[in-house]
């Protein structure tokens, strides 16, 4: 699904460093999430956003920021980057209440 | 807090026979559950979803069955074949559509 766009696919950076990753979709979706997944471990939830200027706060929000201005961005700032912040992490849009859920290619972030 | 529990963690079957992963839930407002498959290195991408009104969905090889007044639903994948390896994670929503997901199910398809 090209609809839903994640960049950077991968990103390095040192402790302490902001870092933004950034999620675009084309479907005109409603609701965005973001979630990390760690390896071995499933998904959860960092922040979620019911529309453009309402956003909330997932299970693990603690050293995260969003935003979304316009309803196709909802990028993700990690405002003082830590090592327990490496991990994979998603995108993901869905229409209206409970609609699939539709996931970016994710981007790999490592902090050293 | 509302939580899903998956089982088993790992199943290994061999390739043409059938497999079964189970996801329990907490929330009995919760009324959609998606299944999703997620290959190595890959997004996850749903295969197959269930709302509460309805017990059973095919497509293909693969159904979900749900029993809400038991509060669990499971995945069911006949005639598996090797591009069928994966992970498989159940979800189900919360009410300010939310999903809480399962722990997922490591799916080894043996030749």
């Known amino acids: 699904d090209a609809g839903i766009t994640q960049s950077p696919r991968y990103k390095i950076t040192e402790t302490g460093r902001q870092v933004t990753l950034m999620c675009h979709q084309t479907w005109s979706h409603s609701y965005m999430f973001w979630y990390r997944q760690d390896l071995g471990h499933g998904l959860r939830l960092i922040y979620y956003?019911?529309?453009?200027?309402?956003?909330d706060k997932g299970e693990v929000s603690d050293g995260y920021v969003v935003s979304r201005s316009k309803t196709e961005n909802f990028p993700l700032t990690l405002e003082s980057a830590t090592r327990s912040q490496t991990s994979v992490y998603f995108c993901?849009?869905?229409?209206?209440?409970?609609?699939?859920?539709?996931f970016g290619d994710g981007t790999r972030l490592s902090i050293l | 807090g509302e939580n899903v529990e998956q089982h088993p963690s790992t199943l290994s079957v061999q390739e043409g026979d059938s497999a079964v992963i189970k996801c329990t839930y907490s929330?009995?407002?919760?009324?959609?559950f998606p299944w999703y498959k997620q290959e190595l290195g890959k997004r996850p991408q749903l295969i197959i979803d269930i709302r509460s009104n309805v017990g059973e969905k095919k497509d293909q090889r693969i159904a979900v069955t749900l029993n809400k007044t038991a509060k669990h639903f499971s995945l069911h994948i006949t005639e598996t074949q090797p591009e069928d390896s994966a992970v498989y994670f159940c979800a189900a929503s919360m009410s300010n559509y939310q999903l809480i997901w399962g722990a997922g199910t490591k799916l080894i398809i043996k030749p």
């Open positions: 956003s019911a529309a453009a200027d309402i956003t």
């Open positions: 993901a849009s869905s229409g209206d209440g409970n609609q699939p859920q539709h």
């Open positions: 929330d009995s407002a919760s009324n959609y």
